[in-house]
T-cell receptor, first 116, second 111 residues
Framework: DTEVTQTPKHLVMGMTNKKSLKCEQHMGHRAMYWYKQKAKKPPELMFVYSYEKLSINESVPSRFSPECPNSSLLNLHLHALQPEDSALYLC???????????????FGAGTRLSVL | GQQLNQSPQSMFIQEGEDVSMNCTSSSIFNTWLWYKQDPGEGPVLLIALYKAGELTSNGRLTAQFGITRKDSFLNISASIPSDVGIYFCAGLTSGTYKYIFGTGTRLKVLA
């Protein structure tokens, strides 16, 4: 099973709302990622968690707040977003660095976010 | 952020034709991954490459890890309509979680 599950599939929110994106995987991966993708562009890395600890923050604005409550779950909390934050948000997971397994990154289907 | 040069940017081909695309970098990578992405969906892994010179196939797809470790190639044989989509390469240097993505190749197949 190489499935990464993201919910919701679509989300529309106002600039004053608070919402959360959720991601779940059961492959035993201990590295999990959030990406932002604009139309016709490659995914842009936002955050990386390794062993449930934040490993990389690509200078993402504080209105995006990641959380990794356990080894299978990854959340992205959204607050006071701007219309330019509208995009496809992708979650991914992989084995941690130095592991025996290869560095294959698996993606979820994404959450299409629209900020009004 | 850093991106890999991927070419062609887009292509129209006739059904049944073979397709070639490539990805080049100024940096050396230890892993190359090729993904296909359909509209509104997440990227789906097609092929993973781990050694310079490695040639790997997955059905009608064949990918190669360049000898210099700075490039990779993907070939699709006998294209079919469901091959339509955007193909991304991604490179990874050992010791980091930062996968560097190519700019994408948009494939359109004419039936």
């Amino acid at each position: 099973d190489t499935e990464v599950t993201q919910t919701p599939k679509h989300l529309v929110m106002g600039m004053t709302n608070k919402k959360s994106l959720k991601c779940e995987q059961h492959m035993g991966h201990r590295a999990m990622y959030w990406y932002k993708q604009k139309a016709k562009k490659p995914p842009e890395l936002m955050f990386v968690y390794s062993y449930e600890k934040l490993s990389i923050n690509e200078s993402v604005p504080s209105r995006f707040s990641p959380e990794c409550p356990n080894s299978s779950l990854l959340n992205l909390h959204l607050h006071a977003l701007q219309p330019e934050d509208s995009a496809l948000y992708l979650c991914a997971s992989s084995q941690v660095l130095g592991g025996v397994a290869k560095n294959i990154q698996y993606f979820g289907a994404g959450t299409r976010l629209s900020v009004l | 952020g850093q991106q890999l040069n991927q070419s062609p940017q887009s292509m129209f081909i006739q059904e049944g034709e073979d397709v070639s695309m490539n990805c080049t970098s100024s940096s050396i990578f230890n892993t190359w991954l090729w993904y296909k992405q359909d509209p509104g969906e997440g990227p789906v892994l097609l092929i993973a490459l781990y050694k310079a010179g490695e040639l790997t196939s997955n059905g009608r797809l064949t990918a190669q890890f360049g000898i210099t470790r700075k490039d990779s190639f993907l070939n699709i044989s006998a294209s079919i309509p469901s091959d339509v989509g955007i193909y991304f390469c991604a490179g990874l240097t050992s010791g980091t979680y930062k996968y560097i993505f190519g700019t994408g190749t948009r494939l359109k197949v004419l039936a």
